[in-house]
């Protein structure tokens, strides 16, 4: 399967993940990188610029500006020359995808298709066939995935914001190894800790963010909300919110509900479970229990 990667306004940081994959070289033997900034490609930048054929998958990479201009080129040319001539299109990571971090920094910045919440008239003739995967970074795994079910031709179940389910149907907190604490109310103050949830003080959007990130582990190792810091909530439309570590609160009730929990079923189950006082979720895990 060809493939071509643009990048617009953008870190690298998508570009870099899929290198972290760990299975990389065996996968990227089923896949030709027509153009890549950082792999070994069939062509240069310059070809690409002047103008290819063959691209299947178009993999877009960063915010898009208005006028901007990939070296001569406009990006926007690049764009709906090689939209037209794809099977499919990638938008990888939130800044392809919603406009993330690039579009606060100026005006007339947005993702392909969104800008943050709100669906673009921009680019619907290629709606149809294009794939989101937001993250910030996207997981390697779900983009590997996502182009290895592609070439196999496989169902690929899309939600409304055409972000697969396989990897976007749950969320953060499923696969959190602190829901006990979650369960019984009970934030962790201090960053790194092994214990407590950070839903109720420390701005985790874990509970209303799409995303397998306790599921697939960054690295097969981790994943943020495991190592002690809060989901940031990188795969949404929202991000980056204001205040990324605290929680915003109405009368001390936590402004956003986990996702679908009607805020009276949440207020009946927080007051049952703050009336019990369970003493194992107040004490370090590693605590020697004869200490
Ligand atoms: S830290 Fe976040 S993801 Fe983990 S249980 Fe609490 S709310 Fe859920
Ligand atoms: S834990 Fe949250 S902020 Fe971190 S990568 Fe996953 S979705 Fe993004």
């Not at 500006?65 to 299109?89: C, D, V």
């Not at 092994?194 to 097969?220: A, D, P, R, V």
Request: include cysteine; glycine fraction near 10%.
């Amino acid at each position: 399967m060809r493939l071509l990667w643009l990048s617009a306004l953008a870190c690298n940081g998508n570009a870099h993940a899929l290198l972290n994959y760990p299975d990389f070289e065996e996968w990227q033997k089923g896949f030709e990188w027509l153009y890549h900034p950082l792999l070994p490609s069939t062509y240069s930048l310059i070809e690409v610029e002047k103008g290819i054929d063959g691209v299947e998958v178009l993999i877009v990479e960063g915010t898009l500006e208005k006028g901007m201009t990939k070296n001569t080129i406009p990006f926007q040319h690049l764009l709906e020359r090689y939209a037209s001539q794809a099977k499919w299109i990638l938008t990888v990571g939130t800044c392809a995808t919603f406009g993330g971090i690039f579009a606060r920094g100026g005006a007339d910045r947005n993702g392909v298709h969104f800008s943050g919440e709100e669906q673009l008239e921009e680019f619907t003739e290629f709606w149809e066939k294009s794939i989101s995967l937001p993250g910030c970074p996207v997981q390697p795994e779900i983009l590997a995935g996502t182009l290895s079910l592609l070439k196999e031709a496989s169902p690929l179940p899309l939600d409304r914001m055409h972000r697969p389910k396989y990897f976007y149907a749950y969320t953060v907190h499923d696969g959190c190894t602190r829901n006990e604490y979650f369960e019984y109310k009970i934030d962790e103050h201090r960053f790194g800790r092994l214990e407590g949830c950070m839903f109720y003080e420390h701005g985790c959007q874990g509970t209303f963010t799409h995303g397998s990130c306790n599921k697939i582990l960054w690295n097969g190792v981790n994943s943020k909300t495991r190592a002690g810091q809060p989901c940031m909530g990188c795969t949404e439309p929202t991000f980056p919110r204001e205040g990324l570590w605290r929680t915003p609160k109405h009368m001390g009730i936590p402004a956003h509900m986990p996702l679908g929990v009607p805020r009276r079923a949440y207020l009946s189950l927080a007051g049952i479970a703050k009336a019990f006082r369970i003493e194992r979720f107040y004490r370090p895990l590693m605590e020697d229990e004869n200490g």
